[in-house]
């Protein structure tokens, strides 16, 4: 399977053997969702997943996932509120609720600062969609579009609008350097809204004196304006399906998908399809119908990486959720290459770009039994995998930040080398003899960066045939 899986932990899989067991059905990056707690909760798990690495010689990504932004209303002096359509509400402070009636308690005063007449706002977590009819004195009047009820504390969003709250919070930032600290391998950012968000978390990283790779998560309607920006910063993108879903018409979120991935595809940036995957069965031991198309039209439009959410957190069937999804995932690449011109030629140019493209198509002409690519920044064994080779695609790093990014590409089996000996075709072919995958008369298709007399390294400058 070229696919990658991500799976959430949670009570249903935090103990070692179930660890363990979900890295013998194929996944390789387990994401810990910090919405659900801090560092000091998820310190044991981390433990246990390095632990589980050691032991079954796979090399594991711990994906951190800030909670973000959640911006809800807050408590409503009757709960529930029922509304119909072109019912008036009021929107503001909480400390005006006793003034004014219908009153939506909301203390995001920044975000109602933004608010102009037109605008668009959805409560109860997308059920409820108003419309801004004027703002005065901090408050604003809302008429609503259709009919429901609004509970207190219930999630809200403004579909198109650049609200002033960043997209890291103060305990976003405490998370993320604790999350260095205890060895997290790459962070996701949630409700990003442009690529200023993306730069901030790179700073605090920086600070730290390390560096690890950003996602950001496209939950904001307002950040696919933004999409090749924030894919020019991103280290990788998240589709993000549930807020994005709340923020964009439905009707519209499976194009946005597929624009999403084509434009990271373009970008060679690893490409994430998150929420509700297959959802069923977190009760039930087999997916739906439609679950199933779901996960193989994800992995046909190119996504490198297939998310499990609470599926494995808390699903009654984590083991089986992830064999299901393997299964799914290897039949839908069956049918990409049947269907497909593998590999596929890159968009954009470039020396790089071409010389993997070049290692792709004499991987095909020769019929080698893999491809093996020197890197030290990852970026080669992307190009790579951008193309979509039949052939599994081996990322070989010395650096082990760079070695644990490569989890996030489509076909990439990541590889931490050692230093020695200086030359990288050298240790690339060290490996290739030393690996028991690759049998004596095996041919492999190698890439690595020859300097010249004097140069320290190169940019990857050379495509070798290599017979086992």
């Known amino acids: 399977m070229h696919t990658k899986i991500i799976a959430t932990i949670g009570p249903a899989c935090r103990e070692k053997h179930m660890i363990a067991s979900l890295v013998r059905q ?21 433990k246990v997943i390095r632990e589980v690495e050691g032991q079954s010689k796979a090399s594991l990504t711990i994906l951190q996932d800030l909670s973000g932004p959640k911006i809800r209303t807050g408590d409503l002096k009757e709960s529930p509120m029922t509304v119909n359509s072109g019912d008036e509400v009021n929107m503001g402070p909480s400390e005006l609720q006793e003034q004014l009636p219908r009153y939506i308690p909301f203390d995001h005063v920044e975000i109602l600062a933004d608010l102009n007449t037109g605008d668009i706002v959805r409560v109860s977590d997308g059920g409820l969609k108003f419309e801004v009819l004027n703002r005065q004195d901090g408050v604003v009047r809302l008429v609503a579009s259709d009919a429901g009820i609004i ?20 305990k976003d930032e405490k998370d993320l350097v604790d999350g260095l600290k205890l060895g997290i391998d790459a962070v996701a950012l949630s409700f990003v809204q442009g690529p200023e968000d993306i730069a901030q978390a790179k700073d605090i990283i920086e600070e730290q004196g390390t560096w690890i790779p950003v996602v950001a998560k496209l939950e904001r309607e307002v950040a696919l304006k ?15 399906r549930g807020d994005l879903g709340l923020e964009c018409p439905l ?6 998908q597929k624009r999403i991935i084509s434009s990271c595809n373009e970008s060679a940036t690893p490409v994430i399809v998150a929420t509700q995957m297959l959802l069923s069965m977190v009760n039930n031991p087999m997916p739906t119908r439609a679950e199933t198309t779901d996960v193989a039209n994800a992995v046909l439009d190119g996504a490198d990486c297939l998310m499990l959410s609470e599926e494995t957190a808390i699903g009654k069937y984590p083991l089986e959720c992830v064999g299901y999804m393997a299964q799914i995932a290897e039949e839908a690449e069956k049918l990409f290459f049947e269907k497909e011109s593998s590999p596929i030629r ?8 071409f010389l993997a493209f070049a290692a792709c198509l004499m991987a095909q002409k020769v019929d080698a039994r893999a491809l093996v690519a020197h890197t030290d920044s990852g970026f080669t064994a992307r190009l790579i995998s951008s193309c979509r080779p039949v052939q599994k695609i081996f990322g070989l790093s010395p650096n082990s930040n760079m070695q644990k990014y490569m989890n996030f590409s489509w076909g990439v089996i990541s590889i931490h080398i050692p230093e020695e000996p200086a030359d990288h075709l050298q240790r690339t072919e060290n490996f290739v003899e030393g690996y028991p995958g690759f049998c004596a008369g095996d041919e492999l298709i190698i890439t690595a960066g020859h300097p010249k007399p004097g140069q320290e390294r190169s940019l990857t400058n050379l495509l070798k045939v290599y017979r086992k």
């Not at 933004?226 to 589709?239: F, G, H, P």
């Not at 009707?251 to 946005?256: F, G, K, M, N, V």
């Not at 890159?346 to 770009?353: A, D, L």
């Open 26 to 46: 194929g996944v390789r990056i387990f994401r810990l969702n910090f919405s659900h707690g801090g560092a000091q909760d998820f310190a044991d798990i981390i």
């Open 151 to 170: 509970t207190s504390r219930k999630g809200i969003s403004f579909p198109g609008i650049r609200t002033s709250i960043a997209a890291l919070t103060a």
């Open 226 to 240: 933004r999409l090749e920006e924030i894919i020019d910063i991103a280290d990788a993108v998240m589709v993000a």
């Open 251 to 256: 009707p519209s979120l499976p194009t946005l």
């Open 346 to 353: 890159p968009v954009k140019s470039g020396g790089e770009t």
